[in-house]
């Protein structure tokens, strides 16, 4: 069996005065796995993805990116990307730039970009807008690029 590209193992994020963000999580993510953290406002999501990629540091467990634990890895040593929730963020590219961003400014080959591209936008239902602003699309279309 494959070993987790990523590995949370028991985290947890305290803020001062007491407010617990994240509460022994643990979870694996898979090479290839298409991977939603899904739950309500106010749960922890964003923050959980803020440790895994540096911008926030645990309390207390272990992250894991290939086997390597990134405790004192800062944000840009980290093989990792981060699209903030605003579909707005990227307002002058197309829904397929827009993905292939974080792909790109990390060096991976022009044509992998363009098959992994092709794939996540598959994945989403979202192929026929892959050429398509944000300001043409649904909200609901944006929120998945």
């Known amino acids: ?3 987790p590209i990523v590995s949370v193992r028991n985290v947890s994020r305290r803020y001062p005065g007491g407010v617990t963000a994240v509460d022994d999580v643990s979870v694996d993510i898979m090479p290839n796995e298409f991977f939603a953290l899904l739950g309500p406002s ?12 540096g911008l926030d540091t645990p309390s207390e ?21 981060m699209v903030f929730q605003s579909y ?15 792909l790109k400014v990390t060096g991976v ?13 598959e994945q989403v239902k ?10 043409q699309m649904s909200g609901g279309q944006r929120q998945r690029v």
Do not use: Q, W
Request: proline share 8%; with cysteine; glycine share 10%.
């Open 1 to 3: 069996m494959a070993e």
């Open 88 to 102: 707005a963020f990227f307002p002058h590219m197309t829904g397929s730039k827009t993905v292939a961003y974080g």
């Open 61 to 81: 467990g272990h992250i894991f990116i290939g086997g390597e634990d990134m405790a004192l890895t800062p944000p840009n040593k980290r093989p990792t990307n």
């Open 126 to 135: 979202l192929s026929h807008l892959a050429d398509r602003k944000p300001d």
């Open 42 to 53: 106010g749960c922890g999501k964003t923050t959980l993805l803020r440790m895994i990629s």
């Open 109 to 121: 080959p022009a044509d992998e970009t363009k098959r992994r591209v092709a794939e996540a936008l």
